[in-house]
């Protein structure tokens, strides 16, 4: 009876701030739904906050002016409009706080990684034009000739030595 007693008590005190912020951000929607906007000094500061974090993607996507309204009875409230003797203020219309698109132009130049890549790229290709056009006018250095021969060497050296890796797996199995 103690350990059921207990559960109870730990279970009401675990979902019971669940259940209120749930319960706020109905009456709030309930309030809006009726009248169309909300009324700053109906709800406390601290309400309207949890309202507004009640708002899943989907009520942000497609519900938005239920948000805008909340944070418009917020900003009225910041703004003193509920204080005692403070005179019945007007709807203030606030912008939509939305982020912008991410795929949105902005006014930056092209980064710096880039342009250096592009500049990268540019001498590459201009390398590998003056190469090009030098062998097909037949002209071709004594170095490059050493050059290529050794390239040529090592690659025939390194295709043997593979080979007789590849047969040493095959026949130690």
């Known amino acids: 009876m103690r350990r059921l007693l207990i559960g109870l008590v730990l279970g009401a005190v675990w979902l019971t701030p669940a259940a209120a912020q749930a319960g706020i ?79 949105a132009p902005t006014d930056a130049g092209v980064p710096a990684p880039i342009l250096a890549m592009a500049a990268l790229g540019l001498a590459i290709a201009l390398a590998f034009g003056v190469s090009v056009m030098a062998r097909s006018l037949g002209w071709e250095p004594q170095w490059l000739a050493r050059w290529r021969h050794a390239c040529a060497e090592a690659s025939y050296r390194a295709g043997g030595g593979l080979s007789v890796l590849a047969d040493w797996w095959r026949w130690g199995r």
């Open 25 to 103: 951000y109905d009456q709030v929607l309930h309030v809006y739904q009726a009248r169309g906007s909300i009324p700053a000094c109906q709800f406390t500061s601290a309400q309207l906050s949890t309202a507004l974090k009640g708002i899943d993607t989907y009520g942000q996507q497609y519900f938005a002016d239920f948000s805008d309204a909340v944070q418009s009875a917020l900003a009225q409230r910041a703004s003193g409009a509920c204080l005692p003797g403070a005179k019945p203020a007007t709807a203030v219309a606030l912008p939509p706080l939305r982020p912008r698109s991410v795929t």
